[in-house]
């Protein structure tokens, strides 16, 4: 019963849900300090190449995965810069970072001595449990089949989750985003930290695309995100910025990316750009939904000063 | 011992900033440029030549540039004309897509025999209808429920995408070629294409200069732009006023989908002659913003912009035969953006250098002198 | 370091701790865009005192408590503590020293708890948020200072009343021994004043210091030890509360040039003249969507000047916006002349003959990123010469500009320049301009003259004369008394959303007349005033 298709697409949706879910902890981490950065597509391929060579070189999984991690890092701190030092609007900044490292990921994988889209995936991204687990009934290959970067991802949640509620520095964070002038005067470094939680989010960014060319795709091919990194962008507000939600999320829409083939393999015919849109036209409705109703919009809680700079003697 | 730097506001930089930053902004964009090709291995002497033959060097290469900038223009309109209302619409990409969709559809649809003027007006129109409508999607929530606009049309974005990918890949509809094995969209037929000037530079280059030169005007010299401008710079001011702020959302949305879908009907029709959503989904929509930025949302500073990241687009090609990738044209675009921006900031504001207020110093004076 | 400590005698501290100076200011300079905030500001604070800090909008309070709070620094000056010299270079610098601050506009995340606002930012924290701890602890200073708030609850659910009970203990939980209250009771009830100046005396025994900013006479003289006294930015003195009277603070606070005398002009009688300006029982919500203004009635008849004084928050802006259009009205009706006007859009309201100089200048009054020629036509755009058919006419607008610039004596302009580079007292001439050349039969002004320099003051009252003398009516909201009783021809009192008291210049009785400002007194039927929220 465990190649059964119901089976099958749960444990694929976890695994094409994974990278999304890494990007859009990330993303999560950065809204809450009221810096939005639509880059998450550019700093997915960004990581992604990234990522790939460094398990080429390597063969060390976590050495590829924090690599592309860094990847994301340096190309967050670019909209970092822009957006919170230089004040430059952060949705032309985002954007920029997707023109940016699409072309630069792609350029960087084709040329050179020995271009990755020759290279094979040179990195081992198996199953960590025993056997004897895995193989149990539906729950074995759900729950106890997957490779540790997915367990990894439910203890980041975890983490985060925790992180955003029970800690001071969450706290502060929270503050930062909602209110960035009375964090300023509780004295909270703002431009601080909305720079270290732009730059985890860019980490969380990379991770994700160097997990999705080295585990998911096994491959790295040109532009291969297909929209990963703008699904987590909009996860990140169908979650409402929390993080249990968005491992939920993730691993919905993680099955949509992966239903057209179960379905066609189940041999029902639904056009798969029609699943492909799904996430989209939900995020869509959601967010009118929500808006149609104040109060509403108030629990859902994007924080209050997403997307604008603070400056303090703004007078 | 500290330095402090902060940033105060200039009141009005000089002339010589105002020209000298944004070309130090673009050399240092080359410059940067320059050294990720010397890593890849690559000569950047040789690159930018390539660049400079392919793009501006004779007839052939100059209407390349300007083939690619012509959607460039009507996209950075679309941007600069809802951004000049802090109205972010970012869905430019999706409004494109259906502006095409309804373009070729009408060009396939209507009798091929129609007069060529009335086949592209057909076109042009239907395309910036539908933009329209497909932007309204997100101005009407917008303008009742104050609905986050960036959210909503970067979503129809990609409901456009998908939509478009089916109409060729997912089924043969009526946009698809059925005769042929690989999904490939039907020929429009020769009355709707859109006459060229020289080379393949079609006269979409004419209407898109005539948008600029229009909506320049119209937001300097009407009535209707100057109340956009002043929503955009102060809605209270334009409350105040008796201007009507919903109302205006839609229509600046309505008006910058309509741009956005007549770069999509000029693109099918001057271009690619068919319905053809890989070559359509290259990111024009979100380039025509970064244009309009680097514009800084004026209307006629968005030809010379466009014109300029056409002529890096332009030389794609011939890069790849010195063996380098054409992705690196989008790398480029992208710099000069950043550095661009950048710039702006320091056009704008000077940073102050100063040691931190004198109380340090004093300080030690101080309890020197207790001594 | 330990050598200056004294030596720990009981008596000898208590004794010493009346009267000595721990906090000092000198030669304070502050300038905002060259404009002088602070110039050459002398400051002192003694451990357990309640120091007022007096002086008119713009005399430089904010910036001088700014200062001291660690958000602004001083271009020069230094700032001691208990003798040494301090460099407050942030809020947090500030804490650390013992300084606190409340804002008038609160610095609370409304998002968190009352508990959460109070740890956050505190360094020496640990990891984990222990949210019970912190409750315990507040509970107990909030008891020992009669500070009552729920830790647990959110900030958005509290009273303004309570916020500020909350910014308060924020302070005390860190420790704040100098404690700077920035007008705190501009956004209190009456009962809420009473309250807090309970708390401010409690906390001035447990030796912490308050520094009061007020530009109530009635609070500085009632609840302070010194009083210092601040005047276009400078020090216009410092006394002892018990040393002192109003009107010599009053002298110091407005400079004895500009005193106000009560009832100055001989009344005047409109009961013959037409009413240009008709208001009935109107009632609006607030932003917080409350009752703001609860059943207001008045009216204007031409050449009237009536003036409305109030302590502002008391529903004075709501009931301009409500007249001006800019803000619907929940009940009562608004006639311009003989036309209803309750429901027409500001647009309509301004052709039906209405005026409005809003308080706001910068952000309402006009668009601070367009030009001032464009500014100067912020209402007649749409009209002939300015344009034809939707086409604007650049020269048409720029003889207009040319025009009013000349007529108003706005100084500073030129062609094409953002009005945002402007001076306060030129936009407001800017505005002034644009709205008494349009054919109009009411005036309606707010704080016109607030912030402004003597002669920018003079030139706007006026105006605000001439419009009565062309037989126009003026509303002229205030919260500068002595400007409501030089200009006006009736003087109505605004407390609570309701008209409470109305006076004529014969019948005028400024003591009476302030405390039906301050709530102290309800003049008008009091039943259903504190019922309302």
Same mark, same amino acid.
């Given at each position: 019963?465990?190649?059964?298709?119901?089976?099958?697409?749960?444990?694929?949706?976890?695994?094409?849900?994974?990278?999304?879910?890494?990007?859009?902890?990330?993303?999560?981490?950065?809204?809450?300090?009221?810096?939005?950065?639509?880059?998450?597509?550019?700093?997915?391929?960004?990581?992604?190449?990234?990522?790939?060579?460094?398990?080429?070189?390597?063969?060390?999984?976590?050495?590829?995965?924090?690599?592309?991690?860094?990847?994301?890092?340096?190309?967050?701190?670019?909209?970092?810069?822009?957006?919170?030092?230089?004040?430059?609007?952060?949705?032309?900044?985002?954007?920029?970072?997707?023109?940016?490292?699409?072309?630069?990921?792609?350029?960087?994988?084709?040329?050179?001595?020995?271009?990755?889209?020759?290279?094979?995936?040179?990195?081992?991204?198996?199953?960590?449990?025993?056997?004897?687990?895995?193989?149990?009934?539906?729950?074995?290959?759900?729950?106890?089949?997957?490779?540790?970067?997915?367990?990894?991802?439910?203890?980041?949640?975890?983490?985060?989750?925790?992180?955003?509620?029970?800690?001071?520095?969450?706290?502060?964070?929270?503050?930062?985003?909602?209110?960035?002038?009375?964090?300023?005067?509780?004295?909270?470094?703002?431009?601080?930290?909305?720079?270290?939680?732009?730059?985890?989010?860019?980490?969380?960014?990379?991770?994700?695309?160097?997990?999705?060319?080295?585990?998911?795709?096994?491959?790295?091919?040109?532009?291969?995100?297909?929209?990963?990194?703008?699904?987590?962008?909009?996860?990140?507000?169908?979650?409402?910025?929390?993080?249990?939600?968005?491992?939920?999320?993730?691993?919905?829409?993680?099955?949509?990316?992966?239903?057209?083939?179960?379905?066609?393999?189940?041999?029902?015919?639904?056009?798969?750009?029609?699943?492909?849109?799904?996430?989209?036209?939900?995020?869509?409705?959601?967010?009118?939904?929500?808006?149609?109703?104040?109060?509403?919009?108030?629990?859902?809680?994007?924080?209050?000063?997403?997307?604008?700079?603070?400056?303090?003697?703004?007078? | 011992? =500290?330095?402090?730097?902060?940033?105060?506001?200039?009141?009005?930089?000089?002339?010589?900033?105002?020209?000298?930053?944004?070309?130090?902004?673009?050399?240092?964009?080359?410059?940067?440029?320059?050294?990720?090709?010397?890593?890849?291995?690559?000569?950047?002497?040789?690159?930018?030549?390539?660049?400079?033959?392919?793009?501006?060097?004779?007839?052939?290469?100059?209407?390349?540039?300007?083939?690619?900038?012509?959607?460039?223009?009507?996209?950075?309109?679309?941007?600069?004309?809802?951004?000049?209302?802090?109205?972010?619409?970012?869905?430019?990409?999706?409004?494109?897509?259906?502006?095409?969709?309804?373009?070729?559809?009408?060009?396939?649809?209507?009798?091929?025999?129609?007069?060529?003027?009335?086949?592209?007006?057909?076109?042009?129109?239907?395309?910036?209808?539908?933009?329209?409508?497909?932007?309204?999607?997100?101005?009407?929530?917008?303008?009742?429920?104050?609905?986050?606009?960036?959210?909503?049309?970067?979503?129809?974005?990609?409901?456009?995408?998908?939509?478009?990918?089916?109409?060729?890949?997912?089924?043969? =509809?009526?946009?698809?070629?059925?005769?042929?094995?690989?999904?490939?969209?039907?020929?429009?037929?020769?009355?709707?294409?859109?006459?060229?000037?020289?080379?393949?530079?079609?006269?979409?280059?004419?209407?898109?200069?005539?948008?600029?030169?229009?909506?320049?005007?119209?937001?300097?010299?009407?009535?209707?732009?100057?109340?956009?401008?002043?929503?955009?710079?102060?809605?209270?001011?334009?409350?105040?006023?008796?201007?009507?702020?919903?109302?205006?959302?839609?229509?600046?949305?309505?008006?910058?989908?309509?741009?956005?879908?007549?770069?999509?009907?000029?693109?099918?029709?001057?271009?690619?002659?068919?319905?053809?959503?890989?070559?359509?989904?290259?990111?024009?929509?979100?380039?025509?913003?970064?244009?309009?930025?680097?514009?800084?949302?004026?209307?006629?500073?968005?030809?010379?912009?466009?014109?300029?990241?056409?002529?890096?687009?332009?030389?794609?090609?011939?890069?790849?035969?010195?063996?380098?990738?054409?992705?690196?044209?989008?790398?480029?675009?992208?710099?000069?953006?950043?550095?661009?921006?950048?710039?702006?900031?320091?056009?704008?504001?000077?940073?102050?250098?100063? =040691?931190?207020?004198?109380?340090?110093?004093?300080?030690?004076?101080?309890?020197?002198?207790?001594? | 370091?330990?050598?200056?400590?004294?030596?720990?005698?009981?008596?000898?501290?208590?004794?010493?701790?009346?009267?000595?100076?721990?906090?000092?200011?000198?030669?304070?300079?502050?300038?905002?865009?060259?404009?002088?905030?602070?110039?050459?500001?002398?400051?002192?604070?003694?451990?357990?005192?309640?120091?007022?800090?007096?002086?008119?909008?713009?005399?430089?309070?904010?910036?001088?408590?700014?200062?001291?709070?660690?958000?602004?620094?001083?271009?020069?000056?230094?700032?001691?503590?208990?003798?040494?010299?301090?460099?407050?270079?942030?809020?947090?610098?500030?804490?650390?020293?013992?300084?606190?601050?409340?804002?008038?506009?609160?610095?609370?995340?409304?998002?968190?708890?009352?508990?959460?606002?109070?740890?956050?930012?505190?360094?020496?924290?640990?990891?984990?948020?222990?949210?019970?701890?912190?409750?315990?602890?507040?509970?107990?200073?909030?008891?020992?200072?009669?500070?009552?708030?729920?830790?647990?609850?959110?900030?958005?659910?509290?009273?303004?009343?309570?916020?500020?009970?909350?910014?308060?203990?924020?302070?005390?939980?860190?420790?704040?021994?100098?404690?700077?209250?920035?007008?705190?009771?501009?956004?209190?009830?009456?009962?809420?004043?009473?309250?807090?100046?309970?708390?401010?005396?409690?906390?001035?025994?447990?030796?912490? @210091?308050?520094?009061?900013?007020?530009?109530?006479?009635?609070?500085?003289?009632?609840?302070?030890?010194?009083?210092?006294?601040?005047?276009?930015?400078?020090?216009?003195?410092?006394?002892?509360?018990?040393?002192?009277?109003?009107?010599?603070?009053?002298?110091?606070?407005?400079?004895?040039?500009?005193?106000?005398?009560?009832?100055?002009?001989?009344?005047?009688?409109?009961?013959?003249?037409?009413?240009?300006?008709?208001?009935?029982?109107?009632?609006?919500?607030?932003?917080?969507?409350?009752?703001?203004?609860?059943?207001?009635?008045?009216?204007?008849?031409?050449?009237?000047?009536?003036?409305?004084?109030?302590?502002?928050?008391?529903?004075?802006?709501?009931?301009?916006?409500?007249?001006?259009?800019?803000?619907?009205?929940?009940?009562?009706?608004?006639?311009?002349?003989?036309?209803?006007?309750?429901?027409?859009?500001?647009?309509?309201?301004?052709?039906?003959?209405?005026?409005?100089?809003?308080?706001?200048?910068?952000?309402?009054?006009?668009? @601070?990123?367009?030009?001032?020629?464009?500014?100067?036509?912020?209402?007649?755009?749409?009209?002939?010469?300015?344009?034809?058919?939707?086409?604007?006419?650049?020269?048409?607008?720029?003889?207009?500009?040319?025009?009013?610039?000349?007529?108003?004596?706005?100084?500073?302009?030129?062609?094409?320049?953002?009005?945002?580079?402007?001076?306060?007292?030129?936009?407001?001439?800017?505005?002034?301009?644009?709205?008494?050349?349009?054919?109009?039969?009411?005036?309606?002004?707010?704080?016109?003259?607030?912030?402004?320099?003597?002669?920018?003051?003079?030139?706007?009252?006026?105006?605000?004369?001439?419009?009565?003398?062309?037989?126009?009516?003026?509303?002229?909201? @205030?919260?500068?008394?002595?400007?409501?009783?030089?200009?006006?021809?009736?003087?109505?009192?605004?407390?609570?959303?309701?008209?409470?008291? @109305?006076?004529?210049?014969?019948?005028?009785?400024?003591?009476?007349?302030?405390?039906?400002?301050?709530?102290?007194?309800?003049?008008?039927?009091?039943?259903?005033?504190?019922?309302?929220?």
């Amino acid at each position: 019963m465990n190649d059964t298709v119901l089976v099958l697409s749960i444990v694929s949706a976890v695994v094409a849900g994974t990278p999304i879910l890494f990007a859009a902890l990330g993303e999560i981490l950065a809204e809450r300090s009221g810096v939005m950065n639509l880059g998450v597509e550019g700093m997915m391929l960004i990581g992604g190449v990234t990522g790939f060579w460094a398990g080429v070189q390597t063969g060390n999984l976590g050495i590829a995965l924090v690599a592309g991690g860094l990847a994301g890092v340096v190309f967050s701190a670019i909209h970092a810069l822009l957006a919170i030092s230089l004040r430059v609007n952060q949705i032309v900044s985002g954007l920029a970072l997707v023109i940016v490292g699409n072309g630069l990921s792609s350029f960087w994988g084709s040329t050179g001595d020995d271009p990755l889209i020759q290279s094979f995936n040179g990195v081992q991204v198996d199953p960590i449990l025993p056997e004897a687990l895995r193989d149990l009934p539906a729950v074995g290959p759900i729950l106890f089949g997957h490779d540790i970067v997915v367990y990894l991802s439910w203890l980041i949640v975890a983490a985060a989750g925790y992180f955003l509620y029970r800690t001071n520095a969450g706290l502060s964070l929270r503050a930062v985003g909602e209110d960035p002038a009375a964090a300023d005067a509780a004295g909270l470094s703002v431009t601080g930290i909305r720079y270290l939680f732009t730059l985890i989010g860019g980490f969380g960014a990379g991770v994700g695309g160097a997990y999705l060319a080295l585990a998911v795709l096994g491959t790295w091919q040109a532009g291969m995100t297909a929209g990963a990194g703008w699904i987590a962008v909009a996860l990140v507000i169908l979650a409402g910025w929390r993080p249990w939600l968005a491992l939920l999320a993730s691993y919905v829409f993680g099955a949509l990316r992966t239903l057209g083939f179960t379905l066609q393999i189940a041999g029902v015919d639904v056009p798969s750009d029609f699943l492909s849109m799904i996430p989209f036209v939900v995020t869509f409705l959601v967010v009118v939904i929500v808006s149609a109703n104040p109060e509403r919009a108030r629990r859902v809680g994007a924080p209050a000063s997403l997307g604008e700079p603070y400056s303090r003697e703004a007078r | 011992m =500290s330095v402090r730097i902060s940033v105060e506001p200039r009141a009005r930089p000089a002339v010589a900033l105002r020209l000298g930053v944004p070309v130090a902004s673009l050399l240092a964009a080359a410059a940067v440029g320059g050294v990720v090709i010397l890593i890849s291995g690559n000569s950047a002497i040789e690159a930018y030549r390539t660049i400079l033959d392919s793009s501006i060097n004779g007839v052939r290469p100059i209407t390349r540039t300007l083939v690619l900038a012509t959607p460039l223009i009507l996209t950075g309109l679309a941007a600069a004309v809802a951004f000049r209302m802090k109205v972010w619409n970012i869905g430019a990409e999706g409004q494109l897509y259906m502006g095409a969709i309804v373009a070729s559809g009408l060009a396939l649809w209507l009798p091929a025999g129609l007069p060529k003027v009335l086949m592209l007006a057909a076109m042009v129109v239907g395309g910036a209808v539908m933009g329209a409508l497909w932007a309204g999607v997100a101005a009407v929530p917008k303008a009742y429920f104050n609905t986050n606009e960036v959210i909503t049309t970067l979503m129809l974005n990609f409901v456009a995408l998908y939509f478009m990918n089916y109409l060729i890949f997912g089924t043969v =509809s009526f946009w698809r070629d059925p005769g042929r094995n690989y999904p490939q969209g039907k020929l429009i037929p020769d009355a709707a294409e859109l006459p060229v000037i020289s080379h393949r530079l079609h006269y979409g280059l004419v209407i898109a200069l005539a948008a600029a030169l229009v909506l320049w005007w119209s937001l300097r010299g009407t009535t209707w732009g100057f109340e956009l401008r002043t929503i955009g710079d102060s809605p209270s001011a334009s409350r105040y006023a008796g201007m009507s702020v919903s109302g205006k959302i839609v229509s600046v949305l309505a008006l910058s989908g309509a741009l956005a879908g007549m770069a999509g009907a000029i693109e099918v029709s001057g271009v690619l002659k068919t319905l053809d959503p890989r070559a359509l989904a290259t990111e024009m929509g979100f380039t025509g913003i970064v244009v309009a930025a680097v514009a800084r949302l004026n209307a006629l500073g968005v030809v010379p912009v466009a014109v300029l990241l056409g002529a890096v687009a332009a030389s794609g090609a011939k890069l790849q035969t010195i063996g380098l990738d054409a992705e690196i044209v989008f790398l480029l675009q992208g710099l000069i953006f950043l550095f661009v921006a950048s710039g702006e900031f320091f056009l704008s504001n000077r940073l102050v250098l100063s =040691s931190r207020s004198a109380p340090e110093p004093q300080l030690a004076a101080t309890e020197a002198s207790h001594e | 370091m330990t050598a200056g400590r004294p030596p720990p005698s009981i008596t000898v501290r208590a004794l010493a701790s009346v009267g000595e100076t721990i906090l000092e200011v000198r030669d304070l300079n502050k300038s905002f865009y060259g404009v002088a905030a602070n110039d050459r500001v002398n400051f002192d604070l003694r451990a357990g005192e309640v120091h007022g800090l007096l002086g008119e909008n713009g005399a430089g309070k904010s910036t001088l408590c700014s200062v001291l709070a660690g958000l602004y620094r001083p271009d020069s000056g230094e700032v001691r503590l208990d003798g040494q010299q301090v460099g407050l270079r942030s809020p947090h610098d500030a804490a650390e020293h013992g300084i606190g601050m409340v804002y008038q506009h609160f610095r609370l995340v409304p998002s968190l708890t009352v508990a959460e606002n109070l740890v956050l930012g505190l360094k020496d924290q640990g990891v984990r948020l222990t949210l019970r701890a912190v409750e315990t602890r507040v509970s107990q200073i909030a008891e020992e200072y009669g500070l009552s708030v729920h830790p647990s609850a959110y900030v958005w659910q509290l009273s303004v009343g309570e916020q500020q009970r909350v910014e308060i203990l924020k302070q005390l939980y860190r420790g704040a021994r100098i404690l700077i209250l920035d007008e705190p009771t501009a956004v209190l009830a009456p009962q809420e004043c009473d309250k807090l100046f309970e708390v401010v005396r409690h906390m001035a025994d447990q030796d912490h @210091s308050v520094v009061l900013v007020s530009h109530k006479m009635e609070e500085i003289l009632g609840h302070t030890d010194r009083v210092t006294v601040l005047r276009g930015g400078r020090n216009a003195g410092t006394v002892d509360t018990a040393d002192t009277t109003a009107s010599q603070l009053a002298t110091m606070m407005i400079g004895a040039e500009h005193m106000p005398e009560a009832g100055r002009h001989t009344p005047r009688r409109f009961d013959d003249a037409e009413a240009v300006l008709t208001v009935s029982d109107l009632k609006v919500t607030g932003d917080r969507g409350t009752p703001a203004v609860n059943g207001a009635s008045l009216e204007v008849r031409r050449g009237q000047i009536v003036g409305i004084a109030g302590v502002a928050g008391n529903g004075q802006r709501e009931f301009q916006e409500a007249i001006a259009g800019l803000r619907t009205v929940t009940g009562g009706s608004v006639r311009l002349l003989d036309r209803d006007i309750t429901a027409a859009r500001p647009r309509r309201r301004s052709q039906a003959g209405l005026a409005y100089v809003p308080e706001d200048r910068l952000g309402t009054g006009l668009a @601070s990123g367009l030009t001032i020629e464009e500014n100067l036509v912020l209402k007649s755009y749409r009209e002939r010469p300015h344009s034809r058919l939707g086409v604007l006419s650049s020269s048409a607008i720029a003889a207009t500009a040319r025009e009013l610039v000349e007529d108003f004596d706005v100084r500073g302009a030129r062609r094409g320049m953002a009005v945002s580079l402007m001076s306060g007292g030129n936009l407001q001439r800017a505005i002034l301009a644009r709205e008494l050349t349009r054919p109009h039969d009411v005036l309606l002004a707010a704080s016109p003259t607030r912030g402004l320099d003597v002669a920018a003051t003079a030139a706007v009252r006026g105006h605000i004369r001439a419009e009565s003398e062309a037989g126009r009516g003026v509303l002229l909201f @205030s919260e500068d008394l002595a400007e409501i009783t030089e200009l006006s021809d009736s003087i109505l009192v605004m407390a609570r959303g309701r008209i409470v008291g @109305s006076y004529t210049p014969d019948t005028l009785d400024i003591e009476e007349l302030g405390l039906l400002m301050t709530g102290a007194r309800d003049h008008a039927d009091s039943s259903g005033v504190a019922a309302g929220g």
